[in-house]
Nanobody, 123 residues
Framework: VQLQASGGGLVQAGASLRLSCAAS????????MGWFRQAPGKEREFVAA????????YYADSVKGRFTISRDGPKNTVYLQMNSLKPEDTAVYYC?????????????????WGKGTLVTVSS
């Protein structure tokens, strides 16, 4: 079972990036999927979540209105569209899968984690 995040990079403030998380080894169609991030010297934090049936999405207040999470079931892939990026968005971004309800998603309950992808936003 593997989750592989990609799409990170170095961008200027105000730019956009789209992160992808491809799942392999099993299907995650029944899992809620989420994105988390960890900035240097800080704890990992929740960014966004999407329910298994795509009905519900949740966002951290810090990214609400700028980031959009989506998923493509047949491709077993989750996306994070990030617009209007700010220097404080700089972090390693991780995707993760959770077998419980998406509204309870948190760092400590995730079932699977992917390796992160680095996003750096310069001012």
């Amino acid at each position: 079972v593997q989750l592989q995040a990609s799409g990170g990079g170095l961008v200027q403030a105000g730019a956009s990036l789209r992160l992808s998380c491809a799942a392999s080894g099993r299907t995650f169609s029944s899992y809620a999927m989420g994105w988390f991030r960890q900035a240097p010297g800080k704890e990992r934090e929740f960014v966004a979540a999407i329910s298994w049936n795509v009905v519900r999405t949740y966002y951290a207040d810090s990214v609400k209105g700028r980031f959009t999470i989506s998923r493509d079931g047949p491709k077993n892939t989750v996306y994070l569209q990030m617009n209007s990026l700010k220097p404080e968005d700089t972090a390693v971004y991780y995707c993760a899968a959770y077998s419980g309800p998406s509204q309870r998603m948190a760092v400590g309950v995730m079932d699977y984690w992917g390796k992160g992808t680095l996003v750096t936003v310069s001012s």
